[in-house]
């Protein structure tokens, strides 16, 4: 099971709530300091998670061993190893 921490954006406390949602995205409040917002959309946390799996491909990390320690999709890491360790093109 995977479970995720929010946390304010202001306060940095988990005493948050969700307080209803606008435009399809989750509001939360704080209740430590007041503070409303959003949740972090989740394509940021996609676009951090790739950079990572980017910057362990460029170590010369293992396919297997950032499927076991990023608990990613192994289909996935495969198509970053094709767009990250893309050869350059041949000059003519
Ligand atoms: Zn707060």
Redesign the pocket.
């Known amino acids: 099971m995977v479970f995720t921490h929010h946390y304010?954006a202001?306060?940095a406390?988990e005493q948050?709530r969700r307080n209803g949602h606008s435009g399809g995205r989750a509001k939360y409040q704080?209740k430590?300091?007041?503070?409303q917002g959003y949740f972090q959309p989740a394509s940021v946390e996609k676009a951090r998670q790739y950079s990572q799996v980017d910057q362990l491909l460029v170590e010369r990390n293992s396919l297997w061993s950032i499927v076991r320690t990023r608990g990613m999709v192994r289909n996935t890491i495969a198509k970053r190893v094709k767009k990250v360790l893309r050869p350059a093109p041949a000059s003519v």
Do not use: E, L, Q
Request: contains cysteine.
């Open positions: 304010c202001k306060c406390s948050i704080c430590a300091c007041g503070h």
